[in-house]
């Protein structure tokens, strides 16, 4: 009679994948270092999921990228509408809070999708969020610069300051698991950002 799957040691397995992807990336995570700090046997693990892939497909579901990117670019969106960037921190933004309120909740996936995902089947999102986060700031200058916009703020420019940006991201949720301490390492970062995307995106 097979062996029944037992639910607390799934989510020992999940817990102790979503820990090495987070630390290690993909590529270099290993099945058999997940299946020690779950504390079961390789083979064990493979009865849960029959390879790298799946497991990470458990710990990251692609709704979870998909969430995150429609999330981000409503928060870039809001920002086109508001006279003072600056106020636009969790406390003064809906779209903002919302946001940082998923960051939260899917804190390990969130880094893994950012730093760790290189050779998996999501290894596009860390690009796609740095792209759309440079093209909808593009749109945006050009509203505000007219047709010098690309003179005045070349693409490269923002494409690294997004790529800091992303870096960013990952390094709070990495470093902090208690919810204040992240808002609060948000709140500073997103005022410094803010003033200086304002200053950047804007005539004068």
Known sequence: MPQQLKPAVRARILAAAADAFAQRGYAAARLADIAGAAGVSTGNLYRYYPNKEALFAAVVPRSVAARFLRLMRARVREL????????????????????L???????LPVVILLTGAQGSPLAH???????????LSDEYAATRLGDNAGERVPRVVLVQLFSATVDMIAAILREHADDARIRTAFQAF???????????????
Do not use: N
């Not at 999102?125 to 093209?135: C, H, N, P, W």
């Open 80 to 99: 086109a509408t508001r006279s003072d960037w600056r106020a636009a921190t969790a406390a003064g933004s809906s779209k903002a809070d919302a946001l």
């Open 101 to 107: 309120d998923f960051w939260i909740r899917q804190r």
């Open 125 to 135: 999102v860390r690009a796609l969020v740095v792209s759309e986060l440079a093209r």
């Open 190 to 204: 997103w005022r410094y950002q803010l003033a200086g995307l304002d200053a950047l995106l804007r005539d004068g």
